[in-house]
C-alpha cells in the first residue's frame, strides 16, 4: 500500500487514520468551500469522500487518489485493485500558475505527443501549457487565410545537427490544424490544464518570413536550418501589422486562454518602430479581451498595456516587470530551462545551455513575492530534442522536482525528496512510459549522439 508519505507534490495537509480502504471503490465528489483549485479527500473504510472547489480540485484530488492507489493505477487508471491509506488530505497550490514551455516549433511533437505531455503535467498539478507554435525553424500552427504559413513555413529540409554548427541533412517538419488545436485544447481544459499558445512576433519569425516575404524587408527568406538568435524581424508596418492581426485573431478563435503570449524575445536590431509594432498587437489582444504575455525584453517597450510578463534572462526582469505593473510568470533561465544541461558528465547528449541539476531545479525559489507573482514556469526548448524520448530524458525528473516548487507551500528538504521520487515517483513515471534521466545518469541508449558505437 502507498502511504500519504509518497505524494509528489507534496500536499499541505496529512492526517492518518487506522485502517484501509479497498480500491477501486466509490468516491462521492462534493462542492465545498476551498481554495481554489483545492480539494479535500477523506479516505475511511467505507469508502471515498472527494471535496472539491472547483473542476481543478476535482481534477487534482483524484490525481492524489491515483497515486495512493499505487505506481499500477498509472497502468490501468482507476481499476488496478488494491488499498488505500485510511486519512484526509488537504491541498491546494502554492501557485495560480503552474506552467510549462514546450516548444513545438524547433521540433515538431505530434498531436497524441502533446496530448501525452498534457496528461504528465496534470500527472504533476500543473496547470499551464505555454505552446510555443511558431519560431525561426517552423510554423507550425494552420491559419486558412494564410496557407502558407504551414504549407511553407512548416518545412525545413535540413537541422543544425547538435551545437556544433554541422548539418544532418533530413528533413523535418508539420504543423497542427485547427482541429487538432482544438482537441488539444478540450482534452487540457479536461485535466485542468490552460493552453497558452504563442505567437513569436517580431523575431524568431523567419518561418513567417520565408512562407511570405513582404512581411519583411528582403526578396525572399528560407525556413532557418540553424539554431541561434536570427537577425531577421518582421517589418514593422500597417500591412504585417494587418496581416498578424488576423492571424492572431485565428489564434483567439482556436484558445480560450485568457492569456495570449506574442513573444518580443531576442530581437537585434530592432528599432522604436519594431517595439511600436509589439504594442500594437499586444493593444489589439486587449481590445479582444485578453490580457498579452511577453518576454521580458517587452518591458522596454513605452506605452504597454498590462500583460503576464515571462521573466527568463533573470531574476530582476521579473521584478522589474512587477514594479511597472505587470503580473509576473517568473521562468528565469539560470533555474528552470529544462533543456540545459542536468549533468557536467560527458556522456550527457548535446549538453548545452547552464547547468541545472535535479537538486538545482528543487531548490529554486523566485525572488519576486507578492500579489504580481502568478506562477513559475519551466521551460523545454527543443532545438537539441528531436523526438518524444529526448523530450523525456531533459524534462523528467526535473519537472516533477519543479512540480514540488510550483504546487507545494513550506519548506523543501531535498534529502527527503530524493528518496520519495526515487523509490515512488519514479516507479509511477515508469508506468507511464517515460524515459526519464535515471538518477545516476543516462543509458547507454540515451548517451551523446554521435559517440562511435552509440546510436545517433
Ligand atoms: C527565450 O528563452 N528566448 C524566452
Redesign the pocket.
Known sequence: MTSFAALLPRPVSVTPAPGTCPWPSTVDVRAASLPPEGYRLEISPSGVVLHVADAAGEVYGRETLRQLAGPSAFRVAGFAPGELPCGVVEDHPRFAWRGCLLDVARHFRTKAEVLRFVDLLAAHKLNVLNLHLTDDQGWRFEVPEFPRLTSVGGWRPSSMAGSGGAQDGRPHGGFYTGDDLREIVAYAAERAVTVVPEIDIPG?ARAALAAYPSLGAESSYEVWTAWGISTSLLSPNESTLDFFRRVFDHLLDIFPSPVIALGG??TPGATDDHREFVRRLAEHLVARGRTPMG?DEVLDIPGLPPMVI?S?RNEAAGLRAAEAGHDVVM?P?QHV?LDHRQAEHPDEPIPVGMLHTLEDVYAYEPALTGPRLRGVQA?V?TEHLDSVRRVDYMTFPRLSAFAEVAWSSGNRDYAEFLPRLRDHHLPRLDALGVEYRPLDGPYPWQTRPGVPGRPR
Open positions: 524568431h524575445d531576442e518576454w515571462g527568463w521562468c533561465e530551462y521551460q526548448w
